[in-house]
């Protein structure tokens, strides 16, 4: 299979998605000629021109609003928030509105949209153009909230995301933008609230999301020269979120380290630790569930501290063997 | 009346929505009083104008979006009273099967795409609607209604701009009733009319009397006109007033009961009555028989609302996604 971008894979995603349904555009700052601040939508407006492809002031309450009227009146609009860090200005609309308005509308609204966002540090852009904010979302009921790690998993799954009739946080993380990956010419989903096991192990359960993902499988390949075998999951959708495939890894394996980038408190982890430890899984335990984070601080600038802050693969096959180790064996 | 092309059936219709209107918020209140109300609500009683007005100003597949003062706009688009009355109460027969309540009041497939509850958020909600309506190339509009409270807002000057620059056939109609809760728009606004925003955002700015309800249909119709030819957005400020207080709550400590009773006697109901009476398109027994005709209305969609189930908490939560 040919190999293409995760960036690629998204505006591939997107491309097939407009060709096929003319009721999806896309909405955003710089998206058009610019091709958006990652160069994601590269080239899509000289296809589907600027009623299609649409760049707006900078009035993110406003991007999030017009993509909710839109859906509410026929249309799958796609937008565009250019760092997820400015989604705290378009929170308004995607938490009191988006949401909400089908549950309090006695079911008689749907809001299909995407709202697309890049998240994640290791940039240089320091604490206010590198956070990954995805709890906050997953936090409300009425939105989704995926989050792909691979050009695979990323096409297919915006795929579905745009094809719902659900509001969709879709989270891409700037580092993965230019990592390749085999991704099908045609179109297909991946359905959403269906993780991926990325590496199959009988040690310990490895819960990553996003570049996470990657970091745990080059772990999980060091670690396997020690004769530690890791299995490697992606829930890829945070909400809904495959608890099932979760918690029978950890049943089999007896471990858990769960992995992400965002602040360790109120997490997202701690959901998933707590899906793990209030039901049966418990009971399999050979060793306390261990989350691995980044810190409680802003990200940084000086690009030691940005690195230091959040969890690296040499974090991940410390933990790991210190999760393996209080095995005593 | 005749220069605005309303026939006398239209103007009848006007009349009586503003009754229905009326008479909904006073046994609204009414049964708040008599404990028989849940939550909060926000009366419109002397603002029935600018809702019937501006409404009777659209076709019936046009698009409207309301506020959390909203039953008025509501029965101005023809919602069904039996339904909203529902709601108001709680009910599994209202419109929004008793979760939304009087704030969130909506009735999407007659185009009211419904109340909210937090002030400005209509209008960025617009622009989508209006961007719809134009993507689709439907010949449809969309009327924004807000309060002068709205209009500080950012998502106020965000969508104002976004509309006028797309040139989205939306129609901004801020009622301006004085008072955003206790903070009157002496001290919230720099300048005498919040129309003259308009400039900034290059489109046409309208004050309009808002107890007038021809003047604001009149308003309301060229704006409707302008947007159907694609010429883009308006922005129409009717100056009217509430007469009750901002919610429940309201001790109304910050305005005189001499500047409410003398608003009062800018009654918008009256003032268009006498003068349906008086050019000869209504009789006062006509004009009587309507008033009481809307009242029966409201007292059989009372019947109706009490006498409907309550919901049920069962699979509520698999309400929450399509």
Redesign the interface.
């Known amino acids: 299979m040919r190999e293409i971008t995760y960036a690629e894979a998204i505006r591939e995603a997107l491309r097939q998605e407009m060709r096929r349904d003319e009721r999806v555009?896309l909405?955003g700052e710089d998206i058009g000629i610019y091709g958006g601040a990652f160069g994601v939508t590269y080239g899509l407006l000289e296809e589907f021109g600027e009623?299609?492809v649409?760049d707006?002031?900078i009035?993110e309450?406003?991007i999030?609003?017009?993509?909710?009227?839109?859906?509410?009146?026929?249309?799958r609009?796609v937008a565009e928030i250019m760092f997820m860090d400015f989604v705290a200005l378009a929170m308004?609309?995607l938490v009191?509105?988006a949401a909400k308005?089908?549950?309090?509308?006695?079911?008689?609204?749907?809001v299909?949209m995407v709202l697309r966002t890049p998240a994640g540090s290791g940039t240089g852009a320091a604490a206010q153009h590198s956070q990954s904010l995805e709890a906050w979302f997953v936090h409300v009921?009425?939105l989704?909230v995926v989050m792909p790690s691979t050009p695979y998993d990323a096409k297919g799954l915006l795929i579905s995301a745009i094809r719902?009739?659900?509001p969709v946080i879709f989270v891409e993380h700037k580092l993965l933008y230019k990592t390749k990956g085999p991704v099908p010419e045609e179109e297909y989903t991946i359905p959403l609230g269906v993780a991926d096991v990325k590496r199959g192990g009988s040690d310990v359960t490895i819960v990553a999301t996003s570049i996470m993902v990657r970091r745990a499988l080059a772990a999980a390949e060091k670690l396997a020269q020690e004769g530690i075998e890791a299995e490697v999951i992606d829930p890829r959708t945070l909400k809904p979120l495959d608890t099932e495939t979760i918690i029978s890894s950890v049943m089999k394996t007896g471990r858990a380290l769960i992995v992400h980038e965002a602040p360790k408190t109120c997490g997202f982890g701690a959901e998933v630790s707590a899906c793990i430890t209030e039901g049966e899984a418990f009971f399999y335990l050979e060793a306390p569930v261990k989350r691995l984070a980044g810190m409680d601080v802003p990200i940084p600038y000086n690009p030691k501290l940005e690195r230091g802050v959040v969890p690296q693969e040499e974090d991940i096959i410390r933990a790991v063997r210190e999760l393996v180790g209080g095995k005593g064996g | 009346m005749r220069d605005l092309g309303l026939g006398e059936e239209k103007l009848k219709l006007m009349l009586r929505r503003m009754h229905e209107i009326r008479s909904f918020e006073e046994k609204a209140e009414e049964l708040y009083i008599r404990g028989m109300v849940h939550g909060t609500m926000h009366l419109s009683v002397g603002q029935e104008a600018s809702a019937v007005g501006a409404v009777s100003a659209l076709e019936p597949n046009d698009?409207i979006l309301s506020t959390h003062r909203g039953h008025g706009h509501c029965i101005a688009k023809g919602a069904d009273i039996k339904l909203m009355m529902a709601e108001f109460l709680g009910k599994e027969t209202?419109?929004?099967?008793?979760?939304?309540g009087s704030m969130?009041i909506?009735d999407?497939?007659a185009g009211n795409?419904?109340a909210?509850?937090?002030v400005g958020?209509g209008?960025?909600?617009?622009?989508?609607?209006?961007?719809?309506?134009k993507?689709?190339r439907q010949d449809r509009v969309?009327l924004c209604f807000f309060g002068d409270g709205a209009a500080n807002t950012?998502?106020f000057h965000?969508?104002l701009?976004?509309a006028s620059?797309w040139k989205l056939p939306v129609i901004f109609v801020c009622e301006n009733n004085q008072y955003a809760m206790s903070t009157p728009v002496k001290k919230a606004f720099p300048i005498e009319n919040i129309a003259d925003r308009a400039a900034a955002y290059g489109m046409p700015g309208v004050v309009v009397d808002g107890n007038d309800v021809l003047a604001v249909y009149r308003a309301t119709k060229e704006a409707v006109e302008r947007a159907r030819r694609g010429d883009g957005p308006t922005l129409i400020e009717c100056k009217t007033y509430r007469w009750k207080g901002h919610s429940k709550s309201d001790q109304q400590r910050y305005r005189t009961r001499e500047e409410v009773e003398a608003w009062k006697k800018k009654d918008p109901i009256s003032r268009f009555r006498s003068r349906l009476i008086k050019e000869g398109i209504i009789t006062e027994e006509g004009a009587e028989r309507i008033e009481r005709e809307a009242k029966e209305t409201i007292e059989e969609a009372v019947r109706f609302a009490q006498n409907s189930p309550e919901p049920s908490l069962e699979g509520i939560e698999e309400?929450?996604?399509?």
């Open positions: 555009f909405i009623e299609r649409r707006t002031p009035s309450q406003t999030a609003g017009a993509a909710i009227g839109a859906a509410l009146t026929g249309m609009p308004e609309q009191n509105q308005l089908r549950f309090m509308f006695g079911g008689k609204a749907k299909p009921p009425g989704k719902d009739d659900n | 698009y209202g419109y929004c099967r008793g979760r939304g969130h909506a999407v497939e795409l419904g909210t509850g937090v958020d209008i960025p909600i617009s622009v989508g609607v209006g961007l719809s309506i993507l689709q969309v950012g998502s965000e969508a701009n976004m620059i309400e929450v996604y399509a």
